[in-house]
Each structure stands twice: as structure tokens, then as C-alpha cells.
């Protein structure tokens, strides 16, 4: 998964500069806040009801993780209360 992982125990399976058994992630980055949360399309209005995953990363200078937390919750305030529409009127 994209926000967390462990690099393979044998060198040669590894990414070039990479170490064995390394952590890696999106996680890891330093100075940055980090959320993420799965949405369904048809929360937002479109005519379709699978989830896709959305990822925020802001960084510490610009509010880390409460600006990240903050956006969530704007997103969840705001489901279900759009409009509904056709495909196309996109």
C-alpha cells in the first residue's frame, strides 16, 4: 500500500540506494500532515458507486496534519448534498 511498506530482505530485490528491510510510504515523508479516506462517486453527485481513495498531504509550514484533518472534514460536510447529474453534464 502506498502509505506504508518494507522493502524485501535481499538486496538484489530492493530499489537501487535503497537498504534492506527500510521502511518507506508516503507516511514516512517528514514534514508534511498526512489523511487519507475512501469516498464513493455517488456522494458526490456522479452517477457511479464505486469508492476512490483520496490522499492529502500539507505541509507543516502551511498547517501539517490539523490543515489535512481540516480538509477531510470540509469533504464530509459537503457529501450527499450536491446535486445529482448525468454523465455528461460533466
Known sequence: FILRGRNP??????YEGTEPGAEWGLEYIQGYGLRWDMF???DWG????????????????CGGQKAAERI??????CM??????????F
Open 46 to 61: 456522479l452517477p457511479q458507486s464505486r469508492p476512490r481513495v483520496y490522499i492529502v498531504m500539507v505541509r507543516e509550514d
Open 72 to 77: 477531510f472534514q470540509i469533504l464530509e460536510a
Open 40 to 42: 464513493y462517486s455517488s
Open 80 to 89: 450527499g448534498r450536491l446535486p445529482r447529474g448525468a454523465l455528461n453534464d
Open 9 to 14: 530482505e535481499t538486496p538484489q530485490d530492493c
